[in-house]
């Protein structure tokens, strides 16, 4: 493994239980799921930490090749054992809008202290607005992750901001949906992809983008080269134009990432498997 692996953050796959959304360009889909094994994750969790310790990751990231909230139960146990991090939840926010109180409360008490929601169009923004005001209410930092393509129809970055600065969502972040590189181009995930996220739409989007940026102060630049913007005294923003960790450079990584299967691995692919 090596005494030098760096790392900025841990990314925990929990195991799938399903999704709720069924998003059309489903990044799961493409990539194939693995068999769970959720003793061997209990297991291995310990040293799981103690790597994450020694590579110093300074952050921990709860996300899924399916919807983690649907698998509660390991998400709050996993959440427990690494505590001690600042720790970010990835969701389509669907289960937690249906009982936010409980659901966010549980979320909060458990230690997580940002809950970041894919967003990929206007009636999922509007609707999501009880779930905002309730992390809000409990002062954890909301994020929304908004991923570009045709669903969006004719939302503009300007109103996007200016929903994050009703519902005090303090970040902000622009996704290119892009499928995995050597990956079959006849799969329904790519070619929908292809069809309602082509590079144009992106580059159409992210000219309004480059407008309202074009002299907002830069708040800090990302180990992966991006960079953070400040778009209000309380709003930070980021795009991301390949959002998938495919590889890494040498012992810097971007993330370390613990799938459901138990093992540690320095990417999303299978060859790059630690223990």
Known sequence: MGQDLKAENLAISIPNKGCDKKCPYCISRITGYIT???????????????????????????TGKGEPTLNMEMLLQLAYIFRDYPLELQTNGIKLLS??????????????DTIAVSIDSREQLETSTRLFNTIARL????????????????????E????????DIRQLTIRKVVAPQHVASDMEPV???????PESLYTDFMK????HIADAPLLRVLGDGMKVYELDKQLSFVHSDYCIQEQDKGTNVRSLVWLEDGHLYTSWLESAILF
């Not at 769970?36 to 300074?58: E, F």
């Not at 996007?160 to 519902?167: E, G, K, P």
């Not at 070619?191 to 996220?197: G, L, V």
């Not at 309004?208 to 407008?211: F, L, P, R, S, T």
């Open 36 to 62: 769970a094994n959720a003793d061997l994750m209990l297991r291995n969790a310990k040293k799981v930490l103690n790597v994450a310790r020694t590579a110093d990751v300074t952050s921990v990231l709860f």
């Open 99 to 112: 009982k936010p109180d409980v659901y966010v409360g549980e979320l909060f008490d458990s230690g997580f």
């Open 139 to 158: 002062d954890m930092v909301a994020r929304i992750t908004l991923n570009v393509t045709d669903l969006l129809g004719d939302l503009t970055f300007k």
């Open 160 to 167: 996007v901001i200016s929903y994050c600065q009703l519902h």
């Open 191 to 197: 070619r929908w992809i292809q069809e309602h996220a």
């Open 208 to 211: 309004e983008v480059k407008w």
